[in-house]
């Protein structure tokens, strides 16, 4: 089928995205999980698990555009880690905001572009990791990521792993999550349509 938009519509269409506009400014870290609906990350959650993923997160761009801040983790230190801060200047989660490039990567810990702050801040070591750029209302937006951990112990500056070692993620895993950041980006982009019609009103 093919829907010809009415008149009255396309004329409403510039109010419309002014006010979309508008409401995705007033979104960052601090308010992200209360603006989205639950089923949204009930659907994330469900995607990481399918691709063997330890935990996941969401980073979005802070408003003075220079770090990516975690705005939602599906792990047990969620509590810890939401308004983490990355520079965009280092970090495999801000190389994939720049370039636009989904990455996968295992033995990522060995990666000398993989920034560990927050492996330190959490006392863990980051075996696999998926990254893919995150989208909503049309604009870059920030990236999610998932990963794999393992136990690991530090000599002569090297992480030594210890105990059983994560499958890994493979292509398919990282095609996986791509769809699944557009499904989310669609997702996110109805609730703000509804939000701005009106729509949840009783």
Known sequence: ???IPSEVFLDLKPALQDQLAKMARLIDYRNFVDFCDPIIFRFLDRTFAAVGAAEGSIWLLDTAKKNLVIAYNSGPN???VIGFAQ???KGLVSATFAT???MVENEVYKNVEHDHELNRLLNQTTYA???VPFY???QRRGVISCVQLIDAYIAAGQAIPVGAIPPGFA???L???KDGASIMRDLIDFQMLREALGWNAA
Do not use: C, P, T
């Open 1 to 3: 089928m093919n829907f």
């Open 78 to 80: 969620a509590q810890k």
């Open 87 to 89: 520079s965009l200047s």
């Open 100 to 102: 636009e490039q989904g």
């Open 129 to 131: 990791m998926i990254v």
């Open 136 to 138: 909503f209302l049309n």
């Open 171 to 173: 292509r398919k895993d």
């Open 175 to 177: 095609v996986a999550l």
